[in-house]
């Protein structure tokens, strides 16, 4: 965890350096795991599944991994492109091709080896040990790039703190979480973070392509310390989305994605809000000169 710290407080170059060695390895497992599944392992009989989830259920668990990397991770990262087809071609070839791809993989792997433990399934095939060294690089970066964006995120809102500070006591704070047990409760905690978060992308739509997208560009003053309508949004959104997910209220039905509702109605409330009271965009402009 330590050296995860590290490379988070020396930022996004560290992190790129270390994405160079971390993914050719991670390909080289991934082939090979397949090709040596499916050399010495024939397809299991299928299982019957006494509980299956709802298609929309399995899109929010996704959408869930995901969003806050998609919402809040990305522009971190995307920023630092040279250009905007760049950070295109690298959420795209990243998410799109990368991701997917390896989720397939493990679907695939999982179903040749019938087990859906990871350590497992390597040790099967015989590529227990050098599978545990890659796997823990991929971690690696993946923590560290959850730490250089989360510390980005505080030391905006908590300015008197060191961004480094920051990141060792979240450093800290996750490895009290993983202590307590985080895991056991991932699929709760996956929801949670669906619901709560994918309204942001919603916020993030609306004010682009619906009303300030050259101020995003070009201005560089500082934004309003509080944005009334974008709360208002988030919030209404949050609030559609716990009660349409199955793992909480499940009151009522939109489109049978709870992370969905929450993006398309945070949505609608942010222009509905900027459209009828613009007063509250100048008075947060306002409050954050003052």
């Given at each position: 965890?330590?050296?995860?710290?590290?490379?988070?407080?020396?930022?996004?170059?560290?992190?790129?350096?270390?994405?160079?060695?971390?993914?050719?390895?991670?390909?080289?497992?991934?082939?090979?795991?397949?090709?040596?599944?499916?050399?010495?392992?024939?397809?299991?009989?299928?299982?019957?599944?006494k509980n299956p989830i709802s298609l929309g259920s399995a899109v929010s668990y996704v959408v869930s991994i995901w969003i806050v990397a998609a919402s809040i991770v990305s522009p971190d990262i995307a920023?630092?492109?040279?250009?905007?087809?760049?950070?295109?071609?690298?959420?795209?070839?990243?998410?799109?091709?990368?991701?997917?791809?390896?989720?397939?993989?493990?679907?695939?792997?999982?179903?040749?080896?019938?087990?859906?433990?990871?350590?497992?399934?390597?040790?099967?095939?015989?590529?227990g040990v050098s599978a545990i060294v890659i796997l823990i690089f991929a971690q690696w970066t993946t923590n560290s790039s959850n730490l250089i964006s989360a510390s980005l995120g505080l030391s905006v809102?908590?300015?008197?703190?060191?961004?480094?500070?920051?990141?060792?006591?979240?450093?800290?704070?996750?490895?009290?979480?993983?202590?307590?047990?985080?895991?056991?409760?991932?699929?709760?905690?996956?929801?949670?973070?669906?619901?709560?978060?994918?309204?942001?992308?919603?916020?993030?739509?609306?004010?682009?392509?619906?009303?300030?997208?050259?101020?995003?560009?070009?201005?560089?003053?500082?934004?309003?310390?509080?944005?009334?309508?974008?709360?208002?949004?988030?919030?209404?959104?949050?609030?559609?989305?716990?009660?349409?997910?199955?793992?909480?209220?499940?009151?009522?039905?939109?489109?049978?994605?709870?992370?969905?509702?929450?993006?398309?109605?945070?949505?609608?409330?942010?222009?509905?809000?900027?459209?009828?009271?613009?007063?509250?965009?100048?008075?947060?402009?306002?409050?954050?000169?003052?």
């Open positions: 965890m330590a050296l995860m710290a590290l490379t988070a407080i020396w930022g996004v170059r560290s992190l790129g350096k270390l994405s160079i060695l971390s993914v050719p390895l991670m390909l080289i497992l991934i082939v090979s795991g397949i090709y040596l599944a499916a050399s010495g392992h024939s397809s299991p009989t299928e299982v019957a599944i920023r630092y492109s040279r250009t905007r087809k760049d950070a295109m071609l690298g959420s795209g070839l990243g998410f799109l091709l990368g991701n997917s791809s390896t989720i397939l993989v493990a679907l695939i792997l999982t179903h040749m080896v019938g087990s859906d433990d990871l350590v497992e399934i390597f040790f099967s095939i015989g590529l809102v908590i300015r008197a703190i060191p961004r480094p500070i920051l990141v060792v006591v979240m450093a800290f704070a996750g490895l009290l979480l993983a202590y307590n047990g985080m895991i056991n409760n991932f699929t709760q905690f996956l929801s949670l973070i669906g619901v709560l978060i994918s309204p942001i992308a919603g916020v993030y739509l609306a004010e682009y392509y619906f009303f300030d997208s050259s101020r995003l560009k070009q201005d560089e003053s500082p934004p309003p310390l509080l944005n009334i309508c974008a709360f208002i949004a988030w919030l209404s959104g949050s609030f559609v989305s716990l009660a349409t997910a199955t793992d909480f209220f499940d009151l009522f039905t939109i489109t049978s994605v709870s992370t969905l509702d929450g993006i398309i109605i945070s949505l609608v409330m942010y222009i509905a809000m900027r459209k009828m009271f613009p007063q509250l965009v100048t008075s947060a402009h306002s409050f954050s000169k003052s």
